[in-house]
């Protein structure tokens, strides 16, 4: 077992390598692109500063709050995209066939479609981001019990979006359809960029159990303001080994219905 | 002038849309949640139906909502987006061989993509309006209708305008386009318009120098005027700079169109 995993390591290095490399060919786009991403950040955050200051409050959070749930999304949103870049540029794999080639290779088909290529881009924003989320929670004072709840729950987070990715590219072989797909994911993840307590019932209630853009993002960060008792953990949890185990049934089922057309 | 081709244009183009149609259907979807995030957002903020927040009450904020939907149908929607990988890729020289106008063209081609995003704006906000029931604000002064008629007009030319003269970015970085598109046209214009947020949430002095910018008139200096917040001089002063804009967008598309021809080799073909 430690040997496979060593292995897939290696092979992960190697293709994170050469998506670094092949960034360096786009230097000039990535740095406008990475800036992009910068500003988008930024707008929003003094969209949140802006916006407590004139209502001190939203859905019953104060501004230190909300912007930890802020924070929260975005290190969920961008660790994903780091890990799972390669899910946008699947498509072209099985619309021309080429995705023959990864079946035929001796790694999990599935491993080199969902992280064949991570993101350098994104890596550059973990580290500050790690750092303002250290800095915010401070301000919230938690204990080390809820600290630790948010950190395993950022796990689970994680679970969940890899539970996500796993179904958009099964979608994808089924119907060829990939680059809406990923989108309408992170337009729903997108939801959670506030705690989901702004929205109403039901919408609340798909929001967190059906597609659970509120265990995914609003629980750790609620966890870690002391609001999540240990069985919502646990719930959090059962629902994310669920999610996974759905998302691996549907791969499977989707590689029966691959066509190799193209190819 | 034959008007007749742009005619064809326009229909071959809104047939086209057709062809994609669960991506036409899923970028609607995508309309849809965006809204609904802000609904909700704003329908949390204003939970007390007295309160006033940014000169606001939940009447006139939840309007805006609505006004982003229609007004991204209208202004946002475009097929010039394909420009810069037209150009990157060499495609450029087909259009350029043709008996043609190239911005008439892809002008053209927008105001379809506007025609069919609009009608499904209109059904998408007539079901949004029965599920989530929201207050609307109608304006019935019919001075402040027509300005803000004549504004959309004006932020339609002026996005264009935009959107053009960002898809030129590979004439001198063929691979950059799309970053380019990224950076201006998705984060740069969709939150200095209004799209996201209403810009008066910012201190009297960044609204300020926004004003000089031609974002706000793209999104929402328009829907000031609808939502009556702003006085009819101020208006008047909007519909200036939108006009002001626009003469400054098209002298300066004709400057680096010219420029870009002169630079343009058809790599690729």
């Not at chain 2, 081609?109 to 029931?133: G, M, P, Q, T, Y």
């Not at chain 2, 101020?234 to 169109?257: C, D, E, F, K, Q």
């Amino acid at each position: 077992m430690l040997k496979k995993i060593s292995r897939y390591l290696k092979v992960w290095w190697l293709m994170s390598r050469n998506s670094f490399l092949g960034f360096l060919t786009q230097r000039f786009g990535a740095v406008i692109f990475l800036t992009g991403k910068l500003l988008r950040f930024g707008f929003f955050f003094i969209f949140i500063v802006f916006l407590l200051k004139g209502t001190k409050t939203l859905a019953g959070f104060n501004l230190n709050q909300t912007i930890f749930f802020f924070l929260t999304f975005n290190l969920i949103d961008v660790v994903s995209q780091f890990l799972f870049r390669e899910v946008y540029r699947f498509r072209p794999l099985v619309v021309s066939g080429g995705f023959d080639l990864v079946l035929t290779k001796p790694i999990s088909a599935l491993f080199r479609s969902l992280m064949g290529g991570a993101d350098v881009l994104d890596l550059i924003t973990i580290p500050p981001l790690v750092v303002a989320i250290i800095l915010a929670g401070r301000t919230l004072n938690p204990s080390i019990l809820h600290s630790a709840y948010y950190i395993v729950l950022i796990f689970n987070s994680l679970v969940l979006a890899t539970a996500f990715h796993i179904a958009v590219l099964s979608l994808g072989i089924i119907t060829l359809e990939i680059d809406h797909t990923i989108m309408i994911y992170r337009d729903l993840t997108n939801l959670g960029r506030f705690p989901v307590d702004i929205y109403k019932e039901p919408l609340k209630g798909i929001l967190t159990y059906l597609v659970p853009v509120g265990i995914m993002i609003t629980l750790p960060a609620k966890a870690f303001i002391g609001l999540v008792s240990f069985k919502g953990i646990l719930v959090s949890f059962a629902l994310g080994i669920l999610a996974i185990s759905i998302a691996l049934r549907f791969w499977d089922f989707a590689l029966t219905k691959y066509t190799s057309a193209s190819s | 002038m034959s008007l007749s081709k742009y005619i064809s244009v326009f229909k071959i183009s809104f047939v086209q849309e057709f062809a994609y149609r669960l991506n036409f259907v899923m970028w609607r979807v995508r309309n849809v949640m965006q809204i609904f995030l802000v609904f909700f957002l704003w329908d949390s903020v204003f939970s007390d139906p007295t309160r006033q927040v940014f000169g606001y009450n939940r009447d006139k904020i939840l309007t805006y909502v609505f006004g982003i939907l229609f007004i991204r149908a209208l202004v946002f929607s475009a097929r010039a987006v394909d420009i810069a990988g037209e150009i990157s890729r060499g495609d450029l020289t087909n259009v350029l061989l043709k008996p043609i106008n190239y911005f008439r063209y892809w002008f053209t081609r927008d105001l379809s993509s506007k025609a069919l995003n609009l009608c499904f704006a209109v059904i998408e906000a007539a079901i949004l309006f029965l599920i989530l029931k929201p207050p609307f604000f109608l304006q019935t002064d019919f001075r402040i209708l027509i300005l803000f008629a004549v504004l959309l007009v004006f932020a339609v030319l002026i996005f264009f305008g935009l959107l053009l003269l960002i898809n030129m970015t590979p004439f001198w970085a063929p691979e950059s386009g799309w970053a380019a598109q990224f950076l201006f046209m998705g984060i740069i214009t969709e939150f200095l318009s209004g799209a996201v947020f209403p810009l008066d949430i910012f201190p009297a002095t960044i609204q300020k120098v926004l004003q000089f910018s031609p974002f706000p008139y793209l999104l929402f200096f328009p829907l000031q005027t609808y939502l009556g917040k702003i006085s009819l001089s101020s208006m008047l002063g909007g519909v200036l700079a939108s006009a002001v804009w626009v003469i400054i967008l098209i002298l300066t598309l004709n400057y680096v169109w010219a420029k870009g021809m002169r630079r343009y080799a058809a790599e690729g073909r």
